[in-house]
């Protein structure tokens, strides 16, 4: 089990850069895959990016590959999300979240598959 939390979060101006980071704490972090999730206004939550354990594959939600990249350190057990050229409808709250798995590509998109959650960061961005 690891102990998140989330730092970075903002306003910023339409076509600015935002990083955030989640930091975690406990043993055995690089077998963690770390899924980012945002929950817009209204909306139901959804990943938008994912950095597996082991093999530190990387996937994205379609609308902001390209944008947003995300890096692990396993070090120091953190992972960020650099987002760039943000939109208006990258609002939202942004929740890391752990899987702990022996499978080196894995990085469910189904949030009910992690079961270590951070407290959450707010993203907006408006002019």
């Known amino acids: 089990q690891l102990r998140l939390v989330e730092s970075g979060g903002g306003l910023v101006q339409p076509g600015g850069s935002l990083r955030i980071s989640c930091e975690a704490s406990g043993i055995n972090f690089y077998v963690y895959a770390i899924g980012w999730f945002r929950q817009a206004p209204g909306k139901e939550r959804e990943r938008v990016a994912c950095i597996s354990g082991i093999n530190g594959k990387t996937y994205y939600k379609d609308s902001v590959k390209g944008r947003f990249t995300a890096v692990r350190d396993n070090v120091k057990q953190v992972v960020n999300l650099q987002m760039n050229s943000l939109k208006s409808e990258d609002t939202g709250v942004y929740y890391c979240?752990?899987?702990?798995?022996?499978?080196?590509?894995?990085?469910?998109?189904?949030?009910?598959?992690?079961?270590?959650w951070g407290q959450g960061t707010q993203v907006t961005v408006s002019a």
């Open positions: 979240a752990a899987l702990k798995t022996a499978i080196g590509n894995l990085c469910p998109t189904n949030q009910s598959q992690y079961p270590d």
